[in-house]
């Protein structure tokens, strides 16, 4: 993989390009993706996003999603955009098979792969150029420094500010992880200095629940959550049958595992979903936990230290006891973190 900076040159000539990022994709991997849009569109290329599968709602208002092609509801269309493209460009993800179906058909197209991420591990072979740092707060993030370093600061406008700073919210929690550096609120002052309206960001992303969301996570609290003290953990396993009756949508359960690291003393959280296909564990951890290689060694997932996720072919209630019997071998570990 080339290093990004020997991308810029290429960015003065017209080509084809689409843009994807990984699966239900979030705040970070849409807000980055249609930055990047609105950016590749200026400069007067031929751009697409096409996302693997739907996104959650509370993503809609965001300038340009109306373009954004869903793989999964337009096969044909978006296989033959990405047949036909000189460039992909691979958002908010480490390797191919976060893209779900997309994998096979990004792998077979001519297009030249170009990687901006920052999870652990990527898989940069696959990639012509690239960028991976996982120092970085989001992938939002670096694709404002890809504006600015490729000497187009000009060109942001109140559209892509918009998309940045979504990402740049979710994937810090609302600038408060360790990963909140001094150049992600230097960002954001300069955002602000555009005229970015920041509060009516947060409403869109944070105040969009459904009743039946706040009562699905009220019962999620009372009745699914199992906690550890002695381990400093606590877990959720919420069953299909809750996903029904609370007539929950894509994007309904995020930032839910959250809460769980908001108990007094609580280092290492999880929660497991029984989705169609597979169980999606989520991870969040505090300290030097490292959720990333926990997720890789038991769930075949993955994703940054202190946030991470995974999947288990297994029933629910077999993979959270699976869960269970894992973190009793790291007592010591767990009782130890500060
Ligand atoms: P979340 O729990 O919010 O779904 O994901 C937490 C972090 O881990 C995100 O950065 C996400 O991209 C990453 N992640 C989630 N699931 C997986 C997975 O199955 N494999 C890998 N490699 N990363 C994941
Ligand atoms: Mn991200």
Known sequence: MQSIEQFYPILNQPFKAVITAHQKPDGDAMGSSLALFHFLKSLGHDVTVISPTNWAAFLDWMPGTNE????????????????????????????????????????????????????????????????????????????????????????????????????????????????????????VAHLKELGLQHSTIHEHIYDNSTEGRLKFMGNAFLNRMQVFPALKTAVMAIPKTDIYKFELKTGDTEGLVNYLLSIEGIKLAAIVIDREEERKWSFRSKGNFDV???????????????????????????????????????????????
């Open 292 to 338: 990333n290689i926990f997720a890789r060694t038991y769930f075949d997932g993955g994703g940054h230290a202190n946030a991470a996720g995974g999947n288990s072919k297994k029933s629910l209630e077999e993979t959270l006891n699976d869960f269970k019997t894992i973190i009793e071998n790291y007592k010591s570990q767990l009782t130890q973190l500060k």
């Open 68 to 187: 954004v092609i869903d793989f999964e509801a337009n096969k044909e269309a978006a296989t033959k955009i990405i047949q036909e493209a000189d460039y992909v460009f691979c958002l908010d993800f480490n390797i191919l098979h976060r893209t779900k179906h997309l994998e096979p058909i990004i792998k077979e197209a001519k297009a030249i792969k170009i990687l901006i991420d920052h999870h652990q591990q990527p898989d940069t072979p696959s990639f012509g150029y690239g960028i991976s740092d996982v120092k970085m707060s989001s992938t939002c993030e670096m694709i404002y420094d890809f504006i600015v370093q490729s000497g187009h600061s000009n060109l942001i406008n109140l559209d892509i500010a918009a998309c940045l700073y979504t990402g740049l919210m979710t994937d810090t929690g609302s600038f408060r992880f360790p990963s909140t550096t001094a150049s992600v609120h230097k960002i």
